[in-house]
């Protein structure tokens, strides 16, 4: 399958309470602890725009976390409305793939080399 529609998402919807269940185009499915997306949140609140430096204290996001709202952004990507208020991050479909923490994805991230930001 190509890989560009590999990052497409067929259905967005919860896996529990929490966490948050991705069925991708190709078939893949990815489930994201909620905390743990959270925590990846790229936006100007959440990571430095100019530094890239992290800006979230980790000890600031609740253990029980989760999405209130998930909302689509155009054809690329979603907003997610979080329990703790926090809702100006977007995650492309691109980085939501690129997070899948599967044991498949972790490992082949393990495997290629560092990429610079």
């Not at 190509?2 to 967005?12: S, T, V, Y």
């Not at 948050?20 to 430095?48: E, K, N, T, Y």
Request: proline share 9%; aromatic share 6%.
């Amino acid at each position: 399958m190509n890989a560009d529609l590999a990052n497409i998402p067929q259905e967005i919807s919860r896996a529990n309470q929490h966490d948050i269940q991705i069925l991708w185009m190709d078939g893949h499915i990815s489930v994201f602890p909620a905390r743990s997306l959270r925590l990846d949140c790229a936006c100007a609140a959440c990571v430095h725009e100019m530094t890239g430096a992290r800006l979230l204290n980790p000890l600031s996001i609740p253990a029980d976390v989760h999405p209130q709202k998930i909302v689509p952004v155009g054809r690329y990507a979603i907003q997610i409305f979080w329990s703790d208020l926090h809702s100006t991050g977007i995650y492309t479909y691109d980085r939501l793939r690129a997070l899948c923490p599967c044991s498949r994805c972790s490992s082949g991230r393990a495997e290629a080399p560092p990429t610079r930001p």
